[in-house]
């Protein structure tokens, strides 16, 4: 019978709209019935999703051509953003409680942002993310875009900075022009490249009017856009950046109970009953969450390709083992 994961897999992706999902765990949820003994039970699911796929298979031309993003960048900022429609929620994230609670508290600010205006506050939305990589610092700006139903922009330093006096100040404006005018979550990431302390030895001069540009643009935006920092390096941005932001969250490498909440979420659509919980977070001790995600999509498919849906606990120890030793 379906496991909790799979069930809350289930109203995930129907929640998403996202029918290959939906389908594909119904699909498990049913192989797994009748390895228990539950034969008619896993009959009668696979008919059923044999049923509701070619019923919408029907009605698919009918509903016509999917609708077009309603913000796409244009023009010059075609190269300075990129833009996607997230699906990801806070709950696939998994985050210690305190920065759970945190994130919470930015959408319910968003989502009464009028309450909290019409009493003369603003709702917190610029943050400054900093943490190791791979520790869900992108992932949380999906996530606020996917719980928001906003689009999400990723700036393009490579696009933004450039060695001509003056330029990129220019194309700062019009990015900040965007924020102004789209309401979305925006994302600067390897934030440290534009935001590095003025002052150090490699600092020139056009960096440094850059920076300062950034400070005033951001200071002065009263938008209802989410603007987001990321960084790996935190002790390389100027210290004036830190009180342009509502919020600095912090993000670290997984305790052996996160780790263990990212392998079972990352591993829910098939057979865990071999794992030894205990000694896999042992084993992801010093991994980052994108780092446990991999080594638990390679011991998923070894699995899928020796024709099981049972995931070894050698098999997975092992990866993550792999991962490690790219830290050596």
Request: aromatic share 6%.
């Amino acid at each position: 019978m379906a496991t909790a994961d799979q069930v809350k897999a289930l109203i995930r992706s129907h929640a998403d709209g996202d029918d290959t999902r939906f389908y594909a765990i119904a699909m498990q949820v049913a192989a797994q019935a009748a390895r228990s003994g539950h034969g008619k039970f896993a009959q009668e699911l696979r008919e059923l999703v044999d049923q509701v796929k070619a019923r919408a298979k029907a009605t698919e031309p009918a509903r016509g051509p999917k609708p077009v993003p309603l913000a796409q960048p244009r023009g010059e900022l075609a190269g300075l953003l990129t833009v996607g429609y997230p699906k990801t929620r806070v709950a696939d994230m998994a985050l210690p409680e305190v920065l759970g609670a945190r994130l919470e508290r930015v959408l319910t600010e968003q989502r009464e942002r009028d309450r909290l205006r019409e009493h003369g506050f603003s709702p917190m939305r610029k943050l400054l993310l900093v943490g190791p990589p791979g520790t869900g610092k992108t992932m949380t700006a999906a996530a606020l875009a996917g719980e928001l139903g906003l689009p999400l922009f990723s700036i393009q330093l490579d696009g933004l900075i450039t060695k001509y006096m003056g330029e990129t100040a220019a194309k700062l404006r019009l990015v900040f022009d965007a924020i102004q005018s789209t309401r979305g979550v925006y994302l600067f990431d390897e934030f440290d490249a534009l935001g590095g302390e003025r002052g150090t030895k490699n600092d020139v001069g056009e960096i440094r009017r850059v920076l300062n540009s950034f400070l005033q643009f951001l200071e002065q935006d009263d938008s209802d856009s989410i603007v987001l920092g990321a960084t790996n390096h935190v002790g390389l941005l100027d210290r004036a950046l830190f009180r342009r932001f509502d919020a600095l969250l912090e993000y670290s490498l997984p305790t052996q109970e996160i780790a263990t909440r990212v392998m079972r979420g990352r591993l829910a659509l098939l057979d865990t009953s071999n794992i030894e919980w205990h000694a896999a977070a042992k084993a992801a001790e010093g991994l980052s969450h994108a780092e446990i995600a991999m080594a638990c999509e390679q011991a998923a498919k070894n699995a899928i390709l020796d024709h099981t849906t049972a995931v070894r606990d050698t098999e997975l120890v092992a990866a993550l083992a792999e991962r490690r030793s790219t830290h050596a």
